[in-house]
């Protein structure tokens, strides 16, 4: 069975960084996983944010960055901002199928 | 502009099937594929699976197979996903997205299915 595994919370200031991974457990993501990342408030539709490793959709604020990192697949929020706050899941490819990632629960207090 | 609007909210009884519905409007409806995914309560997003816009051909989880079918109607631009043999841990809200290339950007609104005897 295939996992892909995040960290469940992460807590970040605002105006800070904070990198969020996703690590596959057939081994190293690398482009070929076509890493796509998405963003769920309480009682909200998931918005997507990334796509294809790196690519930010038309809505996708500029301090939202994804990138491999170490094997894994990185999102980076940047001058985070209050309204940051959510669960961000990340999605992998697998030849025919996806897999979600268990999710990271982001607070920025 | 892109929308995908979903049927209402389900409630069923176990054991029982529930079909539900994905519009497409605002785009060229077979040059993409829609992708299904739910969340069930307590739960993170998990990928049902995948249909191909233009030719039909799906792609299921595996722990879905065998109990779910997705299907679309080009004529009226809609994706459907049948699951079969409702449980109780089937109760969930169901997405619908846009997807092409690896790239998944439009979600519709959500379809809250409630399986309870």
């Known amino acids: 069975q295939t996992v892909v595994t995040q960290e469940p919370s992460l807590a970040v200031s605002p105006g800070g960084t904070v990198t969020l991974t996703c690590a596959s457990s057939?081994?190293?993501?690398?482009?070929?996983?076509?890493p796509n990342w998405f963003q769920q408030k309480p009682g909200q539709v998931p918005r997507a944010l990334i796509y294809?490793?790196?690519n930010r959709h038309s809505w996708t604020p500029a301090r939202f960055s994804g990138a491999l990192l170490g094997g894994k697949a990185a999102l980076t929020l940047s001058d985070v901002q209050p309204e940051d706050e959510a669960e961000y899941y990340c999605?992998?490819?697998?030849?025919?199928?996806?897999?979600f990632g268990g999710g990271t629960k982001l607070t920025v207090l | 502009q892109v929308q995908l609007v979903q049927s209402g909210t389900e409630v069923k009884k176990p054991g029982a099937s529930v079909k539900v519905s994905c519009k497409a409007s605002?785009?060229?409806?077979?040059?993409?594929?829609v992708t299904w995914v739910r969340r069930a309560p307590g739960q993170g997003l998990e990928w049902v699976g995948w249909?191909?816009?233009?030719?039909?051909?799906?792609s299921y989880a595996q722990k879905f197979q065998g109990r779910v079918t997705m299907t679309t109607d080009t004529s009226t631009s809609t994706a459907y996903m049948e699951l079969r043999s409702l449980r109780s841990d089937d109760t969930a809200f169901y997405y619908c997205?846009?997807?092409?290339?690896?790239?998944?950007?439009?979600w519709g609104q959500g379809t809250l299915v409630t399986v309870s005897s």
């Open positions: 997205a846009r997807d092409i290339d690896h790239e998944i950007d439009y």
């Open positions: 605002g785009y060229a409806f077979t040059n993409y594929g």
């Open positions: 249909i191909n816009g233009y030719n039909g051909h799906t």
């Open positions: 057939t081994g190293a993501v690398t482009s070929d996983y076509y």
């Open positions: 294809r490793t790196s």
């Open positions: 999605l992998l490819h697998y030849g025919h199928f996806w897999v």
